[in-house]
Nanobody, 118 residues
């Protein structure tokens, strides 16, 4: 599975961005989608997960501000981000988990940069 993220950019505090993640390859094997982020000098941080059954989970910092959504095409997922803050500045990465092997596989995209100015 190959993933391509897009939609990042520079936004002022309080603004919104909508990130996209498009998958290609063995899309039918995807069991869940997720978004992570990694700020400068920080560890990678989980944001949200969406299963193919529609269940969502969010990190506390994202509840009420971020939403992970399926697109009309089965190979696309979005991360809607509202009321952005300077501390949200990071590279945002999409990940999918597929079935297979003993515990499945995770595939990562290259990420898209989000910069929030104060």
């Amino acid at each position: 599975v190959q993933l391509v993220e897009s939609g990042g950019g520079l936004v002022q505090a309080g603004g919104s961005l909508r990130l996209s993640c498009v998958a290609s390859g063995s899309v039918a094997r995807i069991e869940s989608w997720g978004w992570y982020r990694q700020g400068p000098g920080q560890r990678r941080e989980w944001i949200a997960t969406l299963t193919t059954r529609g269940r969502t989970n969010y990190a506390d910092f994202g509840k009420g501000r971020f939403a992970i959504e399926r697109g009309s095409a089965e190979n696309t997922v979005f991360l809607q981000m509202n009321n952005l803050r300077p501390q949200d500045t990071a590279v945002y990465l999409c990940v999918v988990h597929t079935a297979g092997g003993l515990g499945g596989y995770d595939y990562w995209g290259q990420g898209t940069q989000v910069t929030v100015s104060s």
